[in-house]
Nanobody, 124 residues
């Protein structure tokens, strides 16, 4: 079993930066694909970013490309999401997730483990 805990979410003014962290326990994340998703009130859970087990492959949804960066430190069992140039449209609860495979990395149903979420608010 893998337990995931997100942290770092807060209110940030438009144009600001924030780094989210996802700490894992129970098992090492070395063999897992990791993803970040977000969900705004009244909307579906949306794929944000994913990273392969080695960190050699990353993927982003179009709306965050060039602004967000996903990274991982397997030695620390931690995944990060660096968010720059935040916009009001980025406001959502952000979740990290772990998947034993890399296929269909953008589908939330493919992930086996989820964190509790952390609130990010981009104010105008």
């Amino acid at each position: 079993q893998v337990q995931l805990v997100e942290s770092g979410g807060r209110l940030v003014q438009a144009g600001g930066s924030l780094r989210l962290s996802c700490a894992a326990s129970g098992r090492t994340l070395r063999s897992y694909t990791m993803g970040w998703f977000r969900q705004a009130p009244g909307k579906e859970r949306e794929f944000v970013a994913a990273i392969s087990w080695s960190g050699s492959s990353t993927h982003y949804t179009d709306s965050v490309k060039s602004r967000f960066t996903i990274s991982r430190d397997n030695a620390k069992n931690t995944v990060y999401l660096q968010m720059n140039s935040l916009k009001p449209e980025d406001t959502a609860v952000y979740y990290c997730a772990a998947d034993p495979y890399y296929s269909d990395y953008d589908l939330p149903t493919k992930y086996d483990y989820w964190g509790q979420g952390t609130q990010v608010t981009g104010s105008s």
